[in-house]
């Protein structure tokens, strides 16, 4: 069902290499997640494309102006002067957003588990569950979550894990957006994908 060239007919930008290493790694391990039926398979690979800047970003882009490190983080950065000191300073920026968070408890956790692969794994916590689910030392080697055909798989236990298989069949769109986002971001973006998903692998 998920074949290379279906991919390119969801995200046009899609890299043959790439294409070739997802629908591979999906196609071998989709079953064992549960991904079985076209809706689970069009919502997943709806939400995994945007997620991924339609599979063409497999690691978390930390280099900001300080104009838009106040658009993104507001809380964080009240003005340029406090964004400043952070702006294309992608270590030193992820440490400010994520120490102390999901899981980062070590000097240095911000920048080694910044955002990887199709779901934008983040966090030592998420690496550390992802481990368990995928049998990856993503632990000790965080940066294998970028791999495109290792991303897939961790994106299919992320997916089962958070029970989206059930939000699929229920065509919940909005639910599974919080489960892998915290929010609703990019929503309309993702309705269109998962849509133009049906089409292609119905």
């Known amino acids: 069902m998920i074949t ?4 390119k007919q969801l995200a046009p930008n899609i890299k043959p290499d790439v294409a070739a290493a997802i629908a591979a790694a999906l196609e071998a391990n989709r079953v064992t997640y549960g991904v079985t039926t076209a809706a689970r398979v069009a919502h997943f690979l709806g939400q995994v494309c945007h997620e991924s800047g339609g599979f063409t970003r497999f690691t978390e882009n930390l280099n900001y102006s300080a104009e838009r490190l106040c658009a993104v983080w507001p809380s964080r950065f009240p003005n340029v002067d406090a964004a400043t000191p952070f702006a294309r300073n992608p270590e030193a920026l992820a440490e400010k957003v994520y ?9 240095g956790d911000g920048a ?5 692969g199709l779901i934008q794994l983040t966090g030592r916590a998420n690496y550390t569950e ?3 689910y995928t049998g990856l030392d993503l632990v000790n080697d965080p940066a294998q979550a970028a791999d495109p055909a290792k991303s897939a798989i961790i994106a299919l236990g992320y997916w089962k894990s958070r029970g989206l298989n059930e939000e699929a069949d229920q065509d919940d769109i909005a639910t599974i957006t ?3 986002n915290g929010g609703l971001v990019g929503l309309s973006e993702r309705r269109e994908l998962v849509e133009r998903a049906k089409r292609v692998f119905a």
């Open 112 to 116: 080694k588990y910044k955002g990887r």
């Open 178 to 180: 919080r489960k892998i």
């Open 130 to 132: 992802a481990a368990k």
């Open 99 to 107: 120490s102390g968070r999901m899981g980062n408890v070590n000097p």
């Open 4 to 7: 290379p060239d279906r991919l």
